[in-house]
Antibody, heavy 128, light 107 residues
Framework: VQLVQSGAEVKKPGATVKISCKVS????????VHWVQQAPGKGLEWMGL????????KYAEKFQGRVTITADRSTDTANMELSSLRSEDTAVYYC??????????????????????WGQGTTVTVSS | AIQLTQSPSSLSASVGDRVTITCRAS??????LAWYQQKPGKAPNLLIF???SLESGVPSRFSGSGSGTDFTLTVSSLQPEDFATYYC?????????FGGGTKVEMK
């Protein structure tokens, strides 16, 4: 399986950035694609996920209202849009997936093994 | 949201040392925890899943233990390629969260 992300972006404060994550070598609709932010010199922060089967999304509260994650089954691509950019959004953004994840039945939590496939990362620089 | 607190935030060690990193959850998460290794400029790499199961292809010097709120990652004999930053991540409930990371540096 490969996750290939779009290239680096430079944006002005207040702008919107869209990053894509093309999945190959696996059945796209079987996956959840997650997005992870890593600011320079900082740790990993989970932003949210999209269920590539039905488009259901979950977002971290920190990014709710500014982030939009989608899945395009026609191109096997997940996308992450972050709006109202500010300098603190300067970071590397990764897409990632757990190839062995089992969807939870009804309201049960999904069962994860761990993120075992990652994109190469996309650097977003926000600067005036 | 479940908070994961890693300690120490950094440590200095020598090749051959036994290294232990701790991850404490703010509430019980059974064994829904993974460990990753990250090297500069690279994506994280999964080492351990389900708190103690070794990911395929990961050297056996890495091991994980714990359940509930307290977890450890141990490197039994540190090798030159193990100098990196290590993160825990919980999968017990959404939002998924990561620990703050532990940087393992050369003494």
């Amino acid at each position: 399986v490969q996750l290939v992300q779009s290239g680096a972006e430079v944006k002005k404060p207040g702008a919107t950035v869209k990053i894509s994550c093309k999945v190959s070598g696996y059945t796209f609709s079987d996956l959840y694609v997650h997005w992870v932010q890593q600011a320079p010199g900082k740790g990993l922060e989970w932003m949210g996920l999209v269920d590539c089967e039905d488009g259901e999304i979950k977002y971290a509260e920190k990014f709710q209202g500014r982030v939009t994650i989608t899945a395009d089954r026609s191109t096997d691509t997940a996308n992450m849009e972050l709006s109202s950019l500010r300098s603190e959004d300067t970071a590397v953004y990764y897409c990632a997936t757990d190839l062995n994840m089992v969807r939870g039945a009804l309201a049960a939590m999904d069962f994860y093994y761990g993120m075992d496939a990652w994109g190469q990362g996309t650097t977003v620089t926000v600067s005036s | 949201a479940i908070q994961l607190t890693q300690s120490p935030s950094s440590l200095s060690a020598s090749v051959g040392d036994r290294v232990t990193i701790t991850c404490r959850a703010s509430q019980g998460i059974t064994t829904a925890l993974a460990w990753y290794q990250q090297k500069p400029g690279k994506a994280p790499n999964l080492l351990i899943f389900d708190a103690s199961s070794l990911e395929s292809g990961v050297p056996s010097r890495f091991s994980g233990s714990g359940s509930g709120t307290d977890f450890t990652l141990t490197v039994s004999s540190l090798q030159p390629e193990d100098f990196a930053t290590y993160y825990c991540q919980q999968f017990h409930s959404y939002p998924l969260t990561f620990g703050g990371g532990t940087k393992v540096e050369m003494k």
